[in-house]
């Protein structure tokens, strides 16, 4: 776990900056959130199903996602295996029971409930965990997935990671109840609210929630951790918070300082350990990440793929007409970087 | 001596208008189910949706109906003894809210289940806007193929009922065919709705089924008993006619129907007409094909005129049968307002505006 959140930190820093430079569309950063998202995705069982919001990347990343995956998603490139169709970490894998990212926030939460009845008409010992941030939970998917959940006694855990802002919007502007662990009782949803930045803490919380989901009672862990990045690279959070609040977390409640610590008490870790996994880390991500940037987009006529499960016959008939307008106005087009042309 | 003629006649059918009572139904014109299908039982709409569903529940065990109130049989009878045939854990109801219930559809379709969605009235089903256009329509294509909800079919009660005013009234398949992914079916009576229902529920691409509610109990045909499915994207030439094509679906196909009789009548034009029945992919060849040979095109529809789906058939009819239209294309539509309470009987594209509007598409070049 603790090698996932530093994997996870470094591989953020590299992506961070690529998209500074140009490289890459748009970055969304995990950092401060690393225990939430592993703490819990550990204790899960492998098959469960995950349904995701964006900053969860480390909860594919402990599942065993290939860093070259993310790469390939990043670049949208020819081995991108969501086809180059999204934005930047909008990851999916059906081999790592990750459900595909979409940006539309709390969507996911009353289909995380659906899977999860299905799951529970299967008798098939999987249970569903659907993330979402504390601004997502007010958005009316969240009421609806809540109260869908409770009355149709769903095997689910609703995992909040509250990090205190919604972009620039503070929690006192998103709520005036006792913030997203307040509203589970009154949908007759267990509830237990966690340190997010506490890796066994997580961990713990989370182990019991399956419990409680696999006889059919859903419920809700509120994590209270802190975003310490920007809220994306399309954002300066200096606009509405200040350096003194963030270096507050950074240095008296990292999530990775803290597990650190715990490892080192134990003797289980030290200096030299460290600063050979992060230099193996930065190599393997540089790696991949090189890699990724070398290989061409996708085929461009690829773009059609996959609207429908067939392809019905307009849009046959539009992929005709852009090949044949490539064929004649293809130089003012960018083609070279794209496989087949 | 034309002139003369045309004088006595307009005064006989002076005469007949003056005598009509106004009716404020439409007349339904049942069809005649292929043969080949076997035994049949007379059921109407309701009955044959209920049946559709049956069948589909009985073949897959995967199958779950879910909505508000369908557990009792639902507020148009449609589910009526499937929660007591099939258990509460594969027909039950759903707290009232329509996002949450495209969600949960959604949700379950995603992990291989089939999910028959029940959407109250059409005119609700735009708090599930969000989960249909934005996650529905897009679920495979954003994921490369790694996940789909294809096994979805929502099914919604559409179109005027007589009184429903603004929120019982709508027919909103416009909205939704302006959204890749989607595919939006709309039957005219029984035998259709039960053959389409199951194509759409047995379909791997998230569907929408809107089920023309004045036909629930109105509409009556003999129904093939069996399991069959109707083709989706094929559109029916229910009428054969040489003179005017006209296109239409749902409730408004009968009015068209009734339109196209008084118009051989009274105006001596043979009148082609075609149901389009899937909306979404729409089947462009067939009334291309009839456009060809008629060389002229009324579509008519309930929804408002402006950006309705006649709009999106003319525009393409237009691009493709450039060299054989004679007139104009012709839009019957209702008006490009709210759908009213008491003017009703002045809000609907009736029959005698589709009449008037086969009258001056032929009168055109004279």
């Not at chain 1, 006192?172 to 109840?177: L, P």
């Not at chain 1, 696999?214 to 209270?224: K, V, W």
């Not at chain 2, 509460?88 to 379709?109: H, M, S, Y």
């Not at chain 2, 009734?258 to 118009?263: F, G």
Request: glycine share 8%; proline share 4%.
């Amino acid at each position: 776990m603790y090698q996932n959140m530093i994997t996870l930190h470094q591989m953020d820093k590299i992506l961070y900056d690529s998209q500074r430079q140009g490289r890459i569309s748009f970055y969304l950063t995990n950092t401060g959130e690393e225990a939430a998202q592993i703490g819990s995705t550990a204790a899960l069982e492998d098959t469960d199903l995950i349904y995701g919001q964006y900053r969860e990347t480390g909860s594919l990343l402990y599942r065993g996602f290939p860093l070259e995956n993310f790469m390939h998603q990043c670049y949208g490139n020819a081995k991108d295996i969501g086809g180059g169709k999204q934005m930047p970490i909008h990851y999916g894998s059906s081999e790592h029971h990750f459900v595909t990212i979409s940006s539309t926030l709390a969507t996911q939460l009353p289909q995380a409930v659906g899977s999860a009845y299905a799951f529970k008409r299967e008798k098939n010992g999987r249970i569903v965990l659907a993330y979402f941030g504390e601004g997502a939970a007010s958005e009316g998917d969240a009421h609806g997935a809540m109260n869908m959940a409770s009355t149709l006694k769903c095997p689910v855990i609703f995992f909040c990671r509250n990090n205190g802002y919604a972009i620039s919007t503070p929690t006192t502007e998103q709520y005036g109840g006792d913030g997203i662990a307040g509203k589970a009782i009154g949908y007759g949803i267990h509830v237990i609210r966690v340190d997010g930045n506490d890796l066994i803490a997580v961990y713990n919380a989370t182990k019991a929630a399956r419990q409680m989901a696999m006889e059919n009672e859903p419920i809700l862990i509120e994590a209270m951790t802190y975003r310490l990045g920007h809220h994306s690279t399309s954002d300066d959070s200096a606009a509405y918070r200040s350096n003194e609040e963030v270096n507050i977390w950074q240095q008296n409640d990292n999530p990775i300082v803290r597990f650190r610590t715990v490892l080192q008490n134990m003797e289980w870790w030290n200096d030299e350990e460290e600063m050979a996994y992060r230099q193996k880390a930065q190599k393997e991500i540089m790696k991949a990440f090189l890699y990724a940037e070398k290989i061409p987009k996708p085929n461009i006529l690829s773009m059609f793929d996959d609207v429908y499960k067939e392809m019905p016959k307009n849009l046959q008939e539009q992929r005709d007409e852009l090949a044949e307008h490539l064929n004649n106005y293809g130089r003012y087009y960018p083609m070279k970087d794209f496989e087949g042309t | 001596m034309a002139t003369t003629g045309y004088v006595i006649k307009s005064l006989i059918n002076l005469i007949k208008i003056r005598s009509i009572r106004y009716a404020s139904g439409i007349t339904f014109v049942p069809s005649q189910a292929d043969p080949s299908l076997g035994e049949i039982s007379k059921m109407n709409l309701c009955q044959a949706i209920n049946n559709a569903i049956d069948i589909a529940m009985g073949s897959d065990s995967s199958t779950c109906l879910f909505g508000e109130d369908v557990a009792f049989g639902g507020v148009f009878r449609c589910t009526v003894g499937l929660q007591e045939k099939y258990g509460k854990d594969r027909v039950f109801n759903t707290p009232i809210c329509e996002q949450g219930i495209a969600g949960f559809g959604i949700g379950l379709a995603v992990c291989g289940s089939t999910a028959i969605a029940e959407i109250q009235f059409a005119d609700y089903i735009f708090p599930a806007f969000d989960q249909i256009v934005n996650e529905a329509a897009k679920y495979r294509y954003r994921s490369g193929n790694l996940f789909n909800c294809g096994k979805l079919t929502i099914r919604a009660t559409w179109g005027a009922v007589g009184h429903g005013g603004l929120y019982h009234s709508q027919s909103p398949e416009a909205y939704f065919t302006h959204t890749p992914g989607l595919k939006v079916v709309v039957p005219r009576g029984p035998i259709q709705a039960k053959g389409l229902l199951l194509s759409c529920i047995r379909n791997e691409n998230p569907c929408i089924f809107f089920e023309p509610k004045l036909l629930y109990r109105a509409a009556v045909e003999d129904v093939p008993i069996g399991d069959y499915e109707t083709e989706l994207e094929q559109a029916e030439v229910v009428k054969e006619g040489k003179d005017i094509t006209v296109v239409s679906w749902g409730t408004q196909l009968h009015v068209a129907l009734d339109a196209a009789k008084v118009a051989e009548e009274e105006i001596g034009v043979s009148c082609e007409v075609i149901d389009l029945r899937t909306i979404l992919p729409w089947d462009i060849d067939t009334v291309a094909k009839s456009v060809k040979k008629t060389g002229h095109l009324i579509i008519t529809h309930e929804a408002p005129i402006t950006s309705g789906f006649a709009a999106e058939i003319s525009t393409k009819v237009q691009e493709r049968c450039f060299f054989h239209l004679e007139a104009p294309i012709s839009r019957v539509c209702g008006w490009d307002t709210p759908f009213p309470h008491i003017f009703e009987p002045f809000y609907l594209p009736t029959k005698w505006r589709i009449i008037e509007a086969i009258k001056k598409l032929i009168d055109f070049q004279h």
